[in-house]
């Protein structure tokens, strides 16, 4: 009897550790939900999106192209489209699994089969050049008011005008700027006396006016109203050379 009640005791003490040794081994709720925290947290989180014009043109510089703005997914290198024009039609604040946020753009090019989410430090804004080509579009408007002598000797250099170098081309020898066709209708104006010639600088001033610092804005008006002034009097060549040659060096400085 004895020995049976040392077997039970056994068979007791075997059966509990066996419960305690599975129970252990079982998740609880609190490490479950422990888990899904940290499965959470490793993953990217947008956590807004705001609309954007789509009308902003940018460059990429690196980086990556990604399909969803969590960035998960197919993603391409952008590193492929450095010379695309790209757009951005929107933007999204992502949390990163390391906490930190990151804004990333949805851009397309003009034709939208280029397309993804890319960080925001990966792009450049591209330099729209629409300022300077209406600025050559109307001075090759003024030099057609002029003189048909200097017509012949400025139309063909103001229209050779690049965008990019639209005010001073840096002093290269090939090239023209608008900066160095008003120095040419200055002279043009002085050395032909015509009228048509000296009121084409007025409306190259009229273009500009306004745009410059303070200063120059200033100094501008004072020569346009002594122009103005010299034109009544029927006799505006000396005004017209001052007007001209400081607007000319103040669209020198212009970029």
Do not use: C
Not at 22 to 30: D, V, Y
Not at 54 to 78: D, F, I, M
Request: glycine residues 8%.
């Amino acid at each position: 009897m004895y020995k049976a009640s040392k077997l039970a005791s056994i068979a007791l003490l075997s059966f509990t550790l066996g419960v305690t040794t599975i129970s252990t081994m079982q998740p609880s709720g609190s490490s479950i939900a422990i888990a899904k925290k940290r499965a959470h947290r490793q993953a990217n989180r947008v956590l807004s999106y705001t609309s954007l014009s789509g009308t902003t043109p940018y460059t990429a510089n690196g980086g990556k192209l990604y399909s969803s703005a969590s960035l998960s997914g197919k993603s391409r290198n952008a590193g492929n489209y450095l010379q695309t024009t790209l757009y951005a039609f929107k933007s999204a604040r992502v949390r990163k699994p390391t906490g930190k946020i990151a804004v990333y753009y949805y851009v397309e090019n003009s034709t939208g089969n280029i397309n993804g989410w890319i960080w925001r430090g990966n792009l450049s804004q591209k330099k729209s050049y629409d300022q300077e080509t209406a600025d050559i579009r109307a001075m090759i408007a003024i030099v057609r008011t002029m003189s048909p002598d200097s017509q012949d000797d400025i139309l063909d250099n103001v229209t050779n005008i690049s965008p990019k170098a639209a005010y001073n081309d840096g002093d290269t020898s090939d090239n023209w700027d608008i900066g160095s066709v008003i120095g040419q209708m200055r002279d043009d104006a002085d050395d032909s006396g015509d009228k048509a010639d000296i009121l084409a600088i007025e409306k190259a001033y009229n273009l500009f006016k306004g745009r410059f610092d303070t200063l120059t804005n200033n100094k501008l008006g004072a020569l346009h109203d002594r122009y103005a002034e010299a034109l009544n009097n029927g006799d505006a060549g000396d005004a017209a050379w001052n007007l001209a040659n400081t607007l000319s060096g103040a669209v020198f400085d212009m970029q």
